[in-house]
């Protein structure tokens, strides 16, 4: 059985999460340089096998498209163009950045720890997968 990658692309930095191969736990990944992000994951995709990936669709609360999506959606295809045997599944993402930082508040996380931005965006990744297996489970 595969894994799945999640994918919280911003504008400097892109978190990722991946799933177990039974698909029930998720585990905060890494940051990169979003310049580096399809690459890391090419790489990836050599040592783990990945059967999707699943990028954070960057919304209003109106659901109209917020300022990062023409980069997301480059960063898509650029994604499907190197590695074009992996699906990948847009997924909302609007709520991601608050939960995270509400989860590291109630977790105790030290202010100076809550600022770093890759752990915020990991931990929105990692709650991007966690909703989108909550999701194929109902």
Same mark, same amino acid.
């Given at each position: 059985m595969?894994?799945?990658?999640?994918i919280?692309?911003?504008?400097?930095?892109?978190?990722?999460a991946?799933?177990?191969?039974l698909? #029930? $736990?998720?585990?905060?990944?890494?940051t990169v %340089?979003?310049?580096?992000? =399809?690459?890391y994951l090419?790489?990836?995709?050599?040592?783990?096998d990945i059967? +999707?990936? =699943?990028?954070?669709?960057?919304?209003?609360m109106?659901?109209?498209?917020?300022e990062? #999506?023409?980069r997301?959606?480059k960063?898509?295809?650029?994604l499907?163009r190197?590695?074009?045997? $992996?699906?990948?599944? #847009?997924?909302?993402?609007?709520?991601?950045? =608050? %939960?995270a930082?509400r989860?590291m508040?109630?977790g105790g996380v030290?202010?100076i720890?809550?600022?770093?931005?890759?752990?915020?965006?990991?931990l929105s990744?990692? $709650?991007? @997968?966690?909703?989108? @297996?909550?999701f +194929?489970?109902?």
């Amino acid at each position: 059985m595969g894994r799945i990658v999640a994918i919280d692309y911003g504008e400097k930095r892109t978190g990722f999460a991946i799933s177990d191969p039974l698909k #029930m $736990i998720v585990s905060s990944f890494v940051t990169v %340089l979003s310049r580096k992000a =399809v690459m890391y994951l090419k790489n990836c995709t050599e040592n783990y096998d990945i059967e +999707l990936f =699943v990028l954070g669709e960057p919304r209003q609360m109106d659901y109209t498209p917020s300022e990062n #999506m023409p980069r997301v959606e480059k960063f898509k295809r650029n994604l499907r163009r190197v590695i074009p045997s $992996i699906d990948v599944q #847009m997924v909302d993402e609007r709520f991601t950045s =608050v %939960l995270a930082h509400r989860i590291m508040i109630e977790g105790g996380v030290k202010k100076i720890k809550r600022q770093d931005k890759g752990l915020v965006d990991r931990l929105s990744a990692a $709650i991007l @997968l966690q909703t989108y @297996l909550e999701f +194929l489970r109902k």
